[in-house]
Nanobody, 115 residues
Framework: QVQLVESGGGLVQAGGSLRLSCAASGFIFSVNVMGWYRQAPGKQREFVARISNGGITNYADSVKGRFTISRDNAKNTVYLQMNSLKPEDTAVYYC?????????WGQGTQVTVSS
């Protein structure tokens, strides 16, 4: 059974940093594209970042230069380092297992950035 457990969310001031972690199990982590998505109150879920099995990364324009996605295949863990946080980054952040096969999602972790 696929499991994705996010951690590291919390409340930070604007300009601060957080590192989110996603512990994965139940699939062959090393061959999957992994990603982070977020959903703010009243808004649609949006793409944040993804990383291929080979370490190729892609970012939403809104976070590029501030966020860094990485993975540790030995630990079956994907990370999202978030720097220079802005109030508009406030959202529930979801870890995602993407290709190959159907997508799976974690339960999310709340990130709140105060002004």
């Amino acid at each position: 059974q696929v499991q994705l457990v996010e951690s590291g969310g919390g409340l930070v001031q604007a300009g601060g940093s957080l590192r989110l972690s996603c512990a994965a199990s139940g699939f062959i982590f090393s061959v999957n594209v992994m990603g982070w998505y977020r959903q703010a109150p009243g808004k649609q879920r949006e793409f944040v970042a993804r990383i291929s099995n080979g370490g190729i990364t892609n970012y939403a324009d809104s976070v590029k230069g501030r966020f860094t996605i990485s993975r540790d295949n030995a630990k079956n863990t994907v990370y999202l380092q978030m720097n220079s946080l802005k109030p508009e980054d406030t959202a529930v952040y979801y870890c995602a297992k993407l290709l190959p096969g159907p997508s799976s999602w974690g339960q999310g972790t709340q990130v709140t950035v105060s002004s």
